[in-house]
């Protein structure tokens, strides 16, 4: 029996509207006064939720659906209690962080999301072996499947150290880095570039680089890390080798893009207008976060990065926002397993609108920050900014959740 795919998928975009809500409220209590939560809470409970409620449960679901493309009669409801939870610990996180923070019940929840991770990437493993070796979709989930499992390493080490109330500050700090980058950059960039390679149908025997490309990044994967935590007084080799890891996922991304401009450029030429321009801007934000890694490398771009928490934020945003959650909504749409209208193109476009200008104020308040001018009504700008991601989220799942129980399940 297969997973019915566009039932999860109803999950996918609710938890994105309820990550938006979160981000309008964060967004209220830094411009206005709003007592009645901690913002430390909600931070956590927003992040959180984004990874395992909104990202990893899509990608999970998106994964099984390209087995499910590949494999005759593959049982993908095998899947369904793992996704189910996965949804448990991804609600009660959202819900333990804003009553308590870091406490026994949100802790617990982020632990045993981390144990249906590690489920999820041993059954995943398993029916990939089904997969013809010529599908290099295989090799990008495989990675993808090893970074999440080699990130809780980062949280693991966190717990320990709130055990054993033996704080270092930068070590902290380090394995925090360490959870972000191998879910960023491992997790959810590999799984996303495996989709990306299914859904064009690329293939081993097609073209020498595409395999090259994918062992260029994973190769260059782990000591990407050093990029987080270049504000550590690094020895010389070790800063050698993270300039060559962020040299070397440059080449091959810009060789890879060069690659699909001369063989595939009209393979996109059968969707929708507002789908192609939010693939070339996912590939384009893409193209920035890698140039960005590297322009890090310099010393003093560095410190400067470092040192302004509207850059950081920017920089995360441009990931999670700019670049995944696109990504996923484009995936979704263009495969048809939700089948777009007229009113979710419009709340897709509201909702790219507002990630684009997300970005823009963001990098104006981070480069002003840099002379240390101050912004009139960034606060208010963001809020507002917040409340147009919302309106569009809002606006595409209703009318995708209502289209969807108009069709028969997948």
């Known amino acids: 029996m297969q997973l019915n795919i566009k039932f999860w998928l109803k999950f996918s975009l609710l938890n994105l509207c309820i990550v938006a809500s979160l981000g309008v409220l964060m967004r209220y209590k830094i411009g206005f006064e709003f007592p009645y939560f901690d913002q430390k809470h909600l931070q956590h409970s927003h992040s959180h939720f984004a990874f395992a409620g909104w990202?990893?449960?899509?990608?999970?679901?998106?994964?099984?659906?390209?087995?499910?493309?590949?494999?005759?009669?593959?049982?993908?409801?095998?899947?369904?209690?793992?996704?189910?939870t996965n949804l448990i610990c991804s609600y009660g996180m959202l819900i333990s962080f804003i009553i308590e923070g870091y406490g026994l019940y949100s802790i617990f929840f982020s632990t045993a999301s981390?144990?249906?991770?590690?489920f999820f990437g041993y059954q995943f493993i398993k029916d990939l072996k089904l997969l013809d070796d010529d599908l290099l979709s295989k090799k990008?989930?495989?990675?993808?499947?090893f970074f999440n499992v080699i990130s809780s390493l980062g949280t693991f080490y966190l717990a320990y150290m709130m055990a054993t109330k033996d704080f270092v500050q930068d070590l902290y700090l380090s394995?925090?880095?360490?959870?972000?980058?191998?879910?960023y950059n491992g997790w959810f960039f590999f799984a996303c570039m495996g989709l990306i390679f299914g859904f064009l149908n690329l293939r081993k025997s097609e073209h020498p680089f595409y395999e090259t490309a994918f062992k260029l990044f994973a190769i260059a994967c782990i000591p990407a890390y050093l990029l987080s935590i270049l504000w550590l007084d690094l020895p010389i080799w070790l800063y050698v080798i993270t300039v060559l890891s962020a040299l070397i996922q440059v080449f091959a991304w810009f060789k890879f893009l060069l690659i699909l401009w001369k063989t595939r450029r009209n393979s996109l030429e059968n969707y929708s207008p507002l789908l192609q321009y939010i693939l070339l801007f996912v590939g384009f934000a893409l193209s920035i976060k890698l140039l960005l890694q590297l322009g890090s490398t310099v010393p003093i771009i560095s410190q400067l990065a470092f040192g302004f928490r509207p850059i950081v934020i920017a920089y995360l945003h441009l990931i999670l926002l700019a670049i995944i959650t696109l990504f996923l909504?484009?995936?979704?749409?263009a495969n048809h397993l939700?089948?777009?209208?007229?009113?979710?193109?419009?709340g897709v476009l509201i909702f790219s609108i507002g990630v684009i200008l997300n970005e823009i104020v963001l990098a104006v308040q981070g480069i002003a920050a840099f002379s240390y001018i101050i912004i009139p009504y960034v606060n208010e700008m963001l809020f507002g900014?917040?409340?147009?991601?919302?309106?569009g989220i809002v606006f595409t799942a209703y009318y995708s959740i209502k289209?969807?129980?108009k069709n028969p399940p997948l």
């Open 385 to 391: 900014i917040a409340i147009i991601l919302f309106i």
């Open 140 to 145: 990008w989930f495989k990675a993808a499947i």
């Open 175 to 183: 394995s925090i880095y360490y959870y972000l980058h191998f879910q």
């Open 329 to 333: 909504l484009f995936y979704i749409y």
């Open 403 to 405: 289209k969807v129980k």
């Open 55 to 84: 990202i990893s449960h899509t990608l999970m679901v998106l994964m099984v659906y390209y087995l499910q493309t590949k494999i005759a009669e593959f049982k993908g409801n095998k899947y369904k209690k793992i996704i189910i």
């Open 338 to 346: 939700v089948f777009i209208t007229k009113k979710i193109k419009y």
């Open 114 to 118: 981390i144990f249906v991770a590690y």
